[in-house]
């Protein structure tokens, strides 16, 4: 089954052998004395924290795993580090203390309970046991973290356990003020040999200089794991193995799906999900339709998730917008360009591409793009003439030129699945017109079945459409044909007198079919 909402592990996981196996190699080593840190580093929702669990589920006897996402304490304070402590204390003793200690941190008395019930603890040192009782409602101070930051260790030593102490979203604890965390952390951490230690986040550019950058406390002491999208082979068998057996997809729509939408593994759990809500079979019109309502729509869940970002990316800025939509216009491209299109000097223009962070990627001749493809095509839709984008990518060539002539015809033209799993390729809105199309890749004249003819006549009157067809050349020359000016016969017949001359002028003219 599909999962968008929420890590993948087990039977769902999928793909990342090679990340899996450095992450259990790390385990042993720690099983084995030798701990080591770990840094992965990657977009968002490109599945770190799946990784994780899997490893964790996956882990050697005698380690156990503990993960702490930063996210989870907002407004982010200092008492992360206590949350932190109770996440080792629940890896460790949870399952003996038959309940979490994170989640009595807010009820110190019952929290305090569960410790000293728990037989492990009772050979602790008297320093452990008072850091212990204090850990729920002792001020989060920098001397206090301090102390945190070794309870994992102290708690493995005491108990003759190894674990693995995992932090997502780690660059956001540089935020913190009055603090300097990452020095801290590195201090505590350096003397601890039961604990290995696992950072991760989304801010890559951030991170990478956190674990490789020479003034950084943390300078050599992480090995890097770079996480991207799938391969795409890997990428279709999640989407043909995960679908359910009732609603398979075909691997040649899931390889058509991946060319659309990419190897994000988000995306793909996103698209799955939304493509076997339909009942099957599954083709093109199926995947054009699920990919215009998830994407170019103002309520697509991943046109959701896409606004989500832009406004992460560009806040209030209007220099950083403009920045974005004419990288996403244009990329890739050079700055000067960038600079031209946003009317701005190079100077500014190289400032703004800074403040867009891992948004935008630079590649080695020096030239400008967004890294998200599928973002970037969500962009251009948002922007002026963006209608003709989703054509450009579900579409094939005819009805691209189509889609072309309508949007500068001032349409907002869709797929939407009512009209692609009936007579009609495309639906064209202007204000309140619908316009069916069917799209015929030949130039007038055109002949139909007269049972495909009574077919859009039907539909037409069904969902109360203005209704014509769209013819296209070899060389691509669009033209627009009247239905009423068919010929009747054995079939029905539309010649080079039906072209419409002036669409948007037809379209003001009353018709049978309005409701």
Same mark, same amino acid.
Not at 84 to 93: I, V
Not at 350 to 367: M, Q
């Given at each position: 089954?599909?999962?968008?909402?929420?890590?993948?592990?087990? @039977?769902? +996981?999928?793909?990342?052998? *090679?990340?899996?196996?450095?992450?259990?190699?790390?385990?042993?080593?720690?099983?084995?004395?030798?701990?080591?840190?770990?840094?992965?580093?990657?977009?968002?929702?490109?599945?770190?924290?799946?990784?994780?669990?899997?490893?964790?589920?996956?882990?050697?006897?005698?380690?156990?795993?503990?993960?702490?996402?930063?996210?989870?304490?907002?407004?982010?304070?200092?008492?992360?580090?206590?949350?932190?402590?109770?996440?080792?204390?629940?890896?460790?003793?949870?399952?003996?203390?038959?309940?979490?200690?994170?989640?009595?941190?807010?009820?110190?008395?019952?929290?305090?309970?569960?410790?000293? /019930?728990?037989?492990?603890?009772?050979?602790?040192?008297?320093?452990?046991?008072?850091?212990?009782?204090?850990?729920?409602?002792?001020?989060?101070?920098?001397?206090?973290?301090?102390? =945190?930051?070794?309870?994992?260790?102290?708690?493995?030593?005491?108990?003759?356990?190894?674990?693995?102490?995992?932090?997502?979203?780690?660059? %956001?604890?540089?935020?913190?003020?009055?603090?300097?965390?990452?020095?801290?952390?590195?201090?505590? &951490?350096?003397?601890?040999?039961?604990?290995?230690?696992?950072?991760?986040?989304?801010?890559?550019?951030?991170?990478?200089?956190?674990?490789?950058?020479?003034?950084?406390?943390?300078?050599?002491? +992480? @090995?890097?794991?770079?996480?991207?999208?799938?391969?795409?082979?890997?990428?279709?068998?999640? #989407?043909?193995?995960?679908?359910?057996?009732?609603?398979?997809?075909? /691997?040649?729509?899931?390889?058509?799906?991946?060319?659309?939408?990419?190897?994000?593994?988000?995306?793909?759990?996103?698209?799955?999900?939304? #493509?076997?809500?339909?009942?099957?079979?599954?083709?093109?019109?199926?995947?054009?339709?699920?990919?215009?309502?998830?994407?170019?729509?103002?309520?697509?869940?991943?046109?959701?998730? +896409? %606004?989500?970002?832009?406004?992460?990316?560009?806040?209030?800025?209007? *220099?950083?917008?403009?920045? #974005?939509?004419?990288?996403? %216009?244009?990329?890739?491209?050079?700055?000067?360009?960038?600079?031209?299109?946003?009317?701005?000097?190079?100077?500014?223009?190289?400032?703004?591409?800074?403040?867009?962070?891992?948004?935008?990627?630079?590649?080695?001749?020096?030239?400008?793009?967004?890294?998200?493809?599928?973002?970037?095509?969500?962009?251009? =839709?948002?922007?002026?003439?963006? *209608?003709?984008?989703?054509? *450009?990518?579900?579409?094939?060539?005819?009805?691209?030129?189509?889609?072309?002539?309508?949007?500068?015809?001032?349409?907002?033209?869709?797929?939407?699945?009512?009209?692609?799993?009936?007579?009609?390729?495309?639906?064209?809105?202007?204000?309140?017109?619908?316009?069916?199309?069917?799209?015929?890749?030949?130039?007038?004249? #055109?002949?139909?079945?007269?049972?495909?003819?009574?077919?859009?006549?039907?539909?037409?009157?069904?969902?109360? &459409?203005?209704?014509?067809?769209?013819?296209?050349?070899?060389?691509?020359?669009?033209?627009?044909?009247?239905?009423? /000016?068919?010929?009747?016969?054995?079939?029905?017949?539309?010649?080079?007198?039906?072209?419409?001359?002036?669409?948007?002028? &037809?379209?003001?003219?009353?018709?049978?079919?309005?409701?």
């Amino acid at each position: 089954m599909f999962r968008s909402n929420a890590p993948v592990t087990a @039977t769902a +996981f999928h793909d990342r052998q *090679t990340e899996l196996a450095g992450l259990l190699d790390a385990f042993e080593a720690l099983r084995q004395g030798a701990p080591r840190w770990l840094a992965i580093v990657g977009p968002r929702k490109v599945g770190k924290t799946s990784l994780l669990l899997e490893a964790s589920r996956r882990s050697p006897s005698g380690v156990h795993v503990a993960l702490l996402d930063v996210f989870e304490r907002a407004p982010l304070d200092l008492d992360v580090f206590r949350l932190l402590a109770a996440r080792a204390l629940d890896a460790l003793l949870a399952e003996e203390a038959g309940a979490s200690f994170a989640r009595r941190l807010h009820t110190p008395a019952e929290f305090r309970a569960l410790l000293h /019930k728990t037989g492990s603890l009772r050979n602790a040192s008297a320093d452990l046991h008072s850091d212990l009782d204090r850990l729920p409602d002792e001020p989060a101070t920098p001397d206090a973290v301090r102390r =945190w930051l070794h309870l994992p260790e102290e708690l493995c030593a005491l108990l003759d356990r190894k674990l693995v102490l995992a932090i997502d979203e780690v660059q %956001e604890l540089g935020s913190l003020s009055r603090f300097e965390p990452f020095v801290a952390m590195r201090a505590a &951490w350096q003397r601890h040999e039961r604990v290995a230690y696992v950072i991760s986040g989304s801010a890559e550019s951030t991170l990478r200089e956190l674990v490789t950058a020479r003034h950084s406390p943390f300078f050599q002491h +992480f @090995t890097l794991f770079e996480l991207g999208p799938f391969h795409p082979a890997d990428a279709i068998k999640l #989407l043909v193995d995960a679908a359910p057996p009732d609603r398979p997809i075909p /691997k040649a729509i899931a390889a058509r799906l991946v060319e659309v939408i990419g190897t994000h593994p988000f995306y793909l759990q996103m698209a799955g999900e939304a #493509l076997v809500t339909e009942p099957p079979p599954y083709d093109d019109e199926s995947l054009k339709a699920m990919v215009q309502a998830l994407v170019f729509s103002r309520t697509g869940r991943l046109a959701l998730y +896409f %606004e989500n970002e832009y406004a992460r990316a560009v806040g209030k800025a209007t *220099t950083a917008a403009a920045t #974005l939509a004419a990288v996403a %216009e244009l990329g890739p491209t050079r700055m000067t360009d960038v600079a031209k299109a946003i009317g701005a000097s190079t100077a500014s223009t190289a400032r703004y591409l800074e403040r867009l962070g891992d948004t935008i990627v630079r590649a080695d001749d020096g030239r400008y793009s967004l890294a998200d493809p599928l973002f970037g095509s969500w962009v251009r =839709w948002r922007g002026p003439g963006g *209608t003709v984008v989703p054509m *450009t990518i579900v579409g094939d060539e005819a009805e691209q030129a189509v889609a072309r002539h309508l949007s500068d015809l001032g349409f907002d033209l869709v797929y939407q699945s009512r009209a692609s799993r009936g007579a009609f390729d495309l639906l064209a809105l202007r204000g309140h017109e619908q316009l069916g199309l069917q799209v015929k890749r030949a130039a007038p004249p #055109l002949r139909f079945a007269n049972a495909d003819w009574k077919r859009m006549e039907a539909d037409a009157q069904r969902f109360g &459409w203005r209704w014509a067809i769209a013819s296209v050349d070899a060389a691509g020359e669009v033209k627009m044909l009247d239905p009423a /000016k068919a010929t009747r016969g054995r079939e029905r017949r539309l010649a080079q007198a039906a072209v419409i001359e002036n669409l948007l002028r &037809w379209l003001d003219r009353p018709s049978k079919h309005r409701r």
